[in-house]
């Protein structure tokens, strides 16, 4: 999987080589861009985008409300996804397994894969910070990239 690029090219996310989410497909956004996987099958369950820029968190809210025990939940940010984050969104986020999603601000790129049900702190996050004297692009840190072997669950 990969974050977006500035405010030009959006997040990849892919499972055993099948694009889920790119540009390409046309089904990624500004903001956080979601999808969800059947935990046991490997199957795509329903991919989202949520722009938290100009858009309402509660609808982020709803959605994570709705994610199923057992489900791969996996997040790939662009442009920005941070403005309109509140307590409530990070609380759930954070419940799926992330570390970062506390730190996450203004313009940073930030890639994530968790569950519903998880007990640990999942080890498939990466967060840059949005930094002007580190950033690649103008106004927008590096593209985040991520590769990795999700456990299958089993109950």
């Known amino acids: 999987m990969a974050s977006g690029a500035a405010s030009v090219v959006g997040p990849k996310i892919c499972l055993e080589d099948n694009i889920l989410m790119s540009g390409v497909k046309n089904n990624v ?5 979601f999808a969800l996987v059947n935990g046991k099958t490997g199957e795509l369950i329903k991919t989202e985008f949520f722009d938290l820029w ?3 968190v509660n609808d982020v ?3 994570l409300k709705t994610v199923e025990e057992g489900t ?7 442009d920005d996804a941070a403005t309109k984050l509140n307590d409530e969104a ?3 986020i954070s419940e799926l397994g992330s570390s970062s999603i506390g730190s996450l601000g203004f313009r940073d790129n930030w890639i ?3 569950g519903k049900g ?5 080890p498939f996050e990466q967060h840059i910070k949005n930094n002007a004297e580190t ?16 456990p299958q669950r089993k109950d």
């Open 90 to 92: 990070k609380t759930m």
């Open 54 to 56: 100009a858009g309402d």
């Open 118 to 122: 998880i007990k640990t702190k999942s």
């Open 29 to 33: 956004g500004r903001g956080m861009n």
């Open 72 to 78: 791969v939940v996996m997040v790939a940010t662009f």
């Open 135 to 150: 950033n690649k692009y103008e106004g927008w840190p590096e593209v985040l990239e991520m590769e990795g072997c999700i």
């Open 61 to 63: 809210i709803k959605f």
């Open 112 to 114: 994530f894969v968790g």
